[in-house]
């Protein structure tokens, strides 16, 4: 599909829930930038978030998919704001009026909004330094699923496999493993 249509693809279909849009977005773009998780490490975050802004605001396609999901994107000043008619965080619950402020931004950058600030690309790398660190824990020579699945998986320094990472970020920062 890819090669037919000559887009990336960064998920079929139905994304999921809006932070699940948010980590992929964020490391798609990431993954455009750079070439491996060691360039990321290597680039600072203030040049990372330099070019991701780039990027989100020439890139139409890019930008109108987000947007037409319903995730706002924060720009790097941390004020202003790129969204489409709908929007899935905040859930107003009743309220006709929701207080923008920096603790509310700071929800909603949490919960589902893409994420352009420094402050969001330092923790990208601080997560990618853990990532890199855990896989480094594992033993070698224990072929167990659970090691071998982390290892065929997040072998992703170089070739930054974005589900694989975000599955990483769901299953160790949210805690979401789970076995059926």
Known sequence: LQAETGSDSVAFELLGPPRLT???YEIYMLKRLCNSISEVL???????????EEMILTDDE?????????TPILLSDGKT??????ISVPVFEG???????????????SQGWLDLRVSNLEFWQKRLHCLLDDQALEPEDDYSSYYYRNRRFLDAKERMDIGAIVNWVLEYEDKGYRIK
């Open 42 to 52: 290597e680039t600072s975050a203030e040049k990372l978030s330099a070019m991701m």
């Open 22 to 24: 948010k980590l992929l």
């Open 95 to 109: 309220q006709p009026v929701l207080t923008v402020n920096d603790v509310n931004i700071g929800k909603w950058t």
């Open 62 to 70: 890019l930008r109108a998919t987000i947007i037409s999901v319903g």
């Open 81 to 86: 704001y790129l969204r489409g008619p709908s």
